[in-house]
């Protein structure tokens, strides 16, 4: 396979609303013909690594839900904003203050969070509320270095319930409050 005649070595795809749709209930539905796409591009000898702004599922739970959908994926080819963000906080010694989704907290075992330089924000859903928010502009506060991270800056996401805010209204609220701006770490 070749674009532009030179040989493609390897491609970027996304998962949500690439591979599946979403749903606030099980895995979703399958986007058809990307199965055998991927199954293509797999014989075909490119490598695919899979992207995703998902900051609510872990690598391993976006893999068993793939893998139920129908792909043949391995799972270290699925690049979460949780995991780009722990290596961030390995290679800068962070300790971060989390709002995260309760699901992706196993991404971030081992991180030490005690007397936090930094605040990470992620899709908390149901944990979004003026208490944690509070607590996390608190952080924010406690020194003019302190920084503010963000799994993504999403307005929103779509469901089949509907459309749902995503967790970019959060980080701009925090944003404002603190007039810290926040470093996305996630796919644009």
Known sequence: MSLNGSPVQGLLCDITGVLAESSSEGDGV????????????????????????ESAR????????????????NMEDILTPALAMVVLIKNQELRPHLLVNKNVMEDFSGVETEDPNCVV???????????????????????????????G????????????????????????ASDKKAVVCGKP
Request: a positive charge.
């Open 30 to 53: 399958v986007v058809p013909g990307s199965v055998d796409a991927i199954n293509r591009l797999a014989k075909a000898g490119i490598k695919v690594k899979f992207v995703t702004n």
């Open 58 to 73: 872990t690598r391993a739970s976006l893999h068993a839900k793939l893998t139920r959908l129908g792909y043949t994926i």
């Open 121 to 151: 924000l992620g899709d908390a859903v149901e944990e979004f509320n003026y208490a944690t928010l509070n607590t996390a502009f608190q952080v924010l506060l406690k020194s003019s270095s302190m920084q503010l991270f963000s799994l």
């Open 153 to 176: 800056k999403g307005k929103f996401y779509k469901e089949d319930s509907g459309l749902n805010l995503d967790v970019g209204p959060f980080t701009a609220a925090l944003e404002f």
